[in-house]
């Protein structure tokens, strides 16, 4: 295994300590590491917090700042965090307006929210990001797994909640956006988790998995490595199946990295995904490439498409100040 | 060679209309795809011009935009674009105050940008960035090669070119920051060039490459792989002795992932490096942690630092809109 660590034990501490200085202008550590939240609390805004196992950054932590969460707990690596650090989240960043919890749909994580969300004594709510449209039930699903969707749930909501919605308004919108975004993606590589030591599954030189997790659980089916073109074209064709839009819908278009894929690839990608989508006649009002719900170093990538309109559009263009997502301001 | 891609052949013009139509609201394509260029070009601003080959993205494209560069020429892989492609750049952008070229120290580039400089018929200087203190010499390279410093100098120097310094003072500027900065970055694995369809250097299950190059050149030394505290040590020592800074000084630290490191180790590679740097009294006062200035898909990452005072912070601070730094507007 090739890494750039100490020791498994404190890899995700050490982590974090990093992250935390690294934007100590966003950011700061709860006690013992168990969770990070934004620096400066908005009063009498609805708190928003994630989490989930780590090994996906900058997804949870990456986007915890104004416009985005307010806290993001993370566990160790494809771990789900515990109930208690979702409780102590919530406790020092809830300021009276409530809690919004966003989960992305795993069993373990969707557990533990649960039992944080029946443990704490403010009003709350839980959106349930379940975008993946590969599988139906999954290694650690029950459902539809949740993915690189989240992200596009998260600044949403975010941003509603930054104006000041409240807390059943931000649970309805989540869901909305959630059912408006369809996720499907394609492992090249393995990731290989530093506790396992070794890669996650073994896959040939010649092969590629098609509609992957990002822990790299099974997809669809195991085949031959094809064009990007003919990747871009089977990814597509289920979410548009999924999503059922109608010409002339505008989508934000979301090309994701696993972590181990060239820029270069994934703007290759975009340029196949464009196309295609404007031969449904569809109109990409946004669009965003980058690495930002990663399997570690997993080669691959996966397109998300969420379908907007004016209101979903502004909250999109709200201003954000995260560690990974920053504009308008 | 698993890569997102349909041909080898059209893989940087795909990669480019990718880029083009991702971030239409910053940037448009030159002629014939030879080049990036800033959407709305400032009239009598000096024009800032970079370029290299590609492979290293987001640099140098996803650095055009409002508060750094003009235009970026993108050559083929780990290849130097043309004179032509220079030329027609500059053409496109010189708003009549000249033109400054930012190129990083490899024999290719400098020899095709100084081609250029003489072919075009405005006012023109070239900066010359050299930050890499792991070799003299190198594969490509008479002297020290250009690495991720070329970010900070393209950064400081774009803001002092948006605010309307002109060219001879750009031209020292430049030349000030690159001296004040210095890198030096370790390899855990290799890439593999698209047309080379095979790694770029071979390299054992428990070895890396210290002092690696961006294109895989050799470094100092193949040695077992360490911990991520001892090769911390190693670069920022390199690194602190080039500099010869006095305690109390000022600095920013870079920690930049050649493309197959996950963030989760780029941040504790910045924790690492914070201690080593508070040993020495020197006070981080801005960090930038992510995936910059890479090596198609190698694994690793490199360490910079750049010793900053009240004026070039202030040009750090300043806004910047391109597809890869966007802050402050």
Redesign the interface.
């Known amino acids: 295994m ?6 498994v034990e404190s ?2 501490s ?6 935390a ?3 100590a202008d966003i950011v700061t550590l709860g006690e013992g590491g168990q969770f990070v939240r934004r620096r400066s609390p908005k009063p009498g805004k609805v708190a928003l917090i994630s989490g989930g196992g ?2 996906h ?2 997804l949870h932590t ?1 986007f915890v700042g104004h416009g985005m969460l307010d806290a993001a707990c993370p566990g160790q ?1 494809f771990t789900s965090p515990t109930p208690d650090q979702m409780l102590a989240a919530a406790q020092a960043v809830d300021t009276g307006a409530g809690v919004l919890f966003i989960v992305k749909n795993y069993s373990g994580d969707m557990m533990n929210f649960q039992m944080a969300a029946e443990m704490i004594d403010c009003d709350n709510a839980t959106v349930i990001v379940n975008d993946d449209v590969a599988v139906e039930n999954s290694t650690y699903t029950t459902g539809r797994r949740g993915v690189a969707g989240t992200l596009i749930v998260e600044k949403i909501v975010g941003a509603a909640a930054e104006r000041g919605d409240g807390l059943a308004a931000l649970k309805a919108l989540g869901d909305s956006v959630n059912k408006a975004t369809a996720s499907m993606g394609v492992a ?2 393995s990731c290989t988790v530093p506790a396992a030591g070794k890669p996650t599954f073994q896959i040939g ?1 010649d092969e ?1 998995e098609m509609g992957v997790g990002i822990h790299g659980e099974p997809g669809r089916r195991r085949v031959r ?1 094809a ?3 003919d ?1 871009a074209a089977e990814l597509s064709g289920a979410i548009l199946k999924d999503l059922s839009l109608k010409p002339g819908q505008e989508v934000l278009l979301l ?1 994701n990295g696993f ?14 995904v ?1 196309k295609i989508l404007d031969g449904h006649r569809l109109k ?1 009002a946004r ?3 980058g ?1 930002y719900v ?1 399997s ?2 997993m ?3 996966s397109i998300t498409v969420s379908a907007m309109d004016a209101a979903t559009l502004a909250l999109w263009d709200a201003p954000v100040h995260t560690a990974a997502l ?2 308008g301001m």
């Open positions: 090739k890494k750039l660590i100490n020791d890899l995700l050490e982590s974090l300590d990093g992250f200085a690294a934007h780590s090994g950054e900058p990456g690596v090249l590589t030189a590629m490595l064009s990007a073109d990747i090309v972590g181990g894929t060239p820029l270069m690839e994934l703007y290759l990608m975009v340029n196949a464009h990409i669009c965003l490439t690495s990663t570690l170093e080669a691959g990538c920053h504009w």
